[in-house]
């Protein structure tokens, strides 16, 4: 009932999830009579750096594909790069605590290429997103929260649970 697409580490894993998630089983966009729930994204590793095993046929990442469905990031972790990039790509972020968001390769001057840098600063504003941008420098959870890049602060360990409770929340909406 709820599609949970998890963002694995190892390139295989992550393609499948990738077909899964474009497959009939969990279209996100489904018939009339199938349930709109929205989809809780989470990194089943404890760092989701990258973001970039997704294979969508092009050449860009994740953010080609289109859903008419909300989706929620389960954020743990580090969520920095391509991470990073994929979570402001979701709809809505449950951040746990001590979570991390940054886009440090910005220190290796590798640019954000998944439409990162838009994405950012449309969520939070030009002037926070360059501070993020520009510097490289780690945002916690917190500060996530307190900016409105994160949605949802939780304690650690709690974010895949909460966002699935989220997601019931929304899907008991018309």
Not at 1 to 22: E, Q
Not at 131 to 151: C, F, H, Q
Request: contains cysteine; aromatic residues 6%.
């Amino acid at each position: 009932k709820y599609g949970i697409l998890t963002t694995p580490h190892d390139g295989d894993t992550a393609r499948l999830h990738s077909d899964v998630a474009r497959s009939d089983e969990t279209r996100l966009h489904p018939p009339a009579e199938a349930t709109q729930a929205p989809n809780p994204l989470m990194s089943s590793s404890r760092t989701e750096c990258e973001g970039a095993d997704y294979d969508t046929s092009g050449p860009m990442g994740f953010s080609r594909l289109l859903l008419n469905k909300p989706v929620i990031a389960s954020v743990a972790g580090y969520a920095v790069a391509g991470g990073l990039e994929l979570a402001i790509w979701c709809d809505l972020r449950v951040a746990e605590e001590d979570c991390v968001f940054g886009v440090f390769c910005r220190r290796w001057g590798v640019p954000l290429i998944d439409g990162g840098t838009v994405r950012l600063s449309r969520l939070i504003g030009l002037s926070r997103a360059l501070d993020i941008i520009l510097t490289g420098r780690p945002v916690s959870g917190s500060e996530a929260y307190s900016i409105g890049l994160a949605n949802r602060v939780v304690s650690h360990g709690t974010s895949l649970e909460n966002s699935i409770y989220l997601a019931r929340q929304l899907s008991l909406f018309p």
